[in-house]
């Protein structure tokens, strides 16, 4: 079955840095395009990005965008997310998603907390 585990979450002090892994198995990640999306407490599910399946084409959130870093190894079947200079605002669940005509899979996610 498709399975998507998150890692990598954690505590992490504003301006550093922290990267979360995803590990897809039960599918052909090659072939799907993937996400990320986080929920902050108090808010709703926010976007992040998106990358292709080759990994050529890739979308951000305006709130991200210089500082995320999405990307993807095929042969490891594995989605990243690099986070440098991370805010205190941006603390919460981070989720890696399947993307086919919507999110047809999530992970359980990641928590991470940014502060000092």
């Known amino acids: 079955q498709v399975q998507l585990v998150e890692s990598g979450g954690g505590l992490v002090q504003p301006g550093g840095s922290l990267r979360l892994s995803c590990a897809a198995s039960?599918?052909?990640?090659?072939?799907?395009?993937m996400s990320w999306v986080r929920q902050v407490p108090g808010k709703g599910l926010e976007w992040l990005s998106d990358?292709?399946?080759?990994?050529?084409?890739?979308y951000y959130a305006d709130s991200v965008k210089g500082r995320f870093t999405i990307s993807r190894d095929n042969a490891k079947n594995t989605l990243y997310l690099q986070m440098n200079n991370p805010k205190p605002e941006e603390t919460g669940l981070y989720y890696c998603?399947?993307?086919?005509?919507?999110?047809?899979?999530w992970g359980q996610g990641a928590q991470v907390t940014v502060s000092s």
């Open positions: 039960g599918f052909t990640f090659s072939s799907y395009y």
């Open positions: 998603a399947r993307l086919k005509r919507g999110y047809d899979y």
């Open positions: 990358i292709n399946s080759g990994g050529s084409s890739i």
